[in-house]
């Protein structure tokens, strides 16, 4: 059980590095999120109560890896979207005509 927990610690820290990246505050803010959270649940023995936190990270983990978007402010009102090659993979491709249902 601590190896699985270690484990999703690094997954956690390797994800936010990859999410965040060049973004020095939010991946501030990501470290410090991940190791409070791990701290604050350190003490706990229920295996029951482990595995549903254990859960949580991994739903977190994934949720960052599939859904997360950098935008980067250009000027006043634009923002650059910086998705990373990830995310693209499962991207259904825009179709400009779409076909009639018969």
Do not use: W
């Not at 699985?4 to 410090?32: C, G, M, P, S, Y």
């Not at 979207?81 to 018969?102: F, G, H, I, S």
């Amino acid at each position: 059980v601590a190896q699985a927990v270690l484990q999703l610690f690094k997954t956690l820290h390797r994800t936010r590095q990859q999410v965040f990246k060049n973004d020095v505050r939010a991946l501030e803010a990501a470290r410090i999120k991940i190791n409070e959270e791990f701290k604050n649940n350190k003490s706990e023995t229920s295996p029951k109560k482990i595995e549903e936190l254990m859960k949580i990270g991994s739903d977190v983990e994934l949720l960052l890896r599939t859904s997360v978007i950098q935008g980067i402010h250009t000027d006043h009102n634009t923002l650059k979207l910086v998705p990373r090659k990830d995310l693209l993979v499962e991207n259904v491709p825009y179709c400009d005509a779409p076909t009639q249902k018969q």
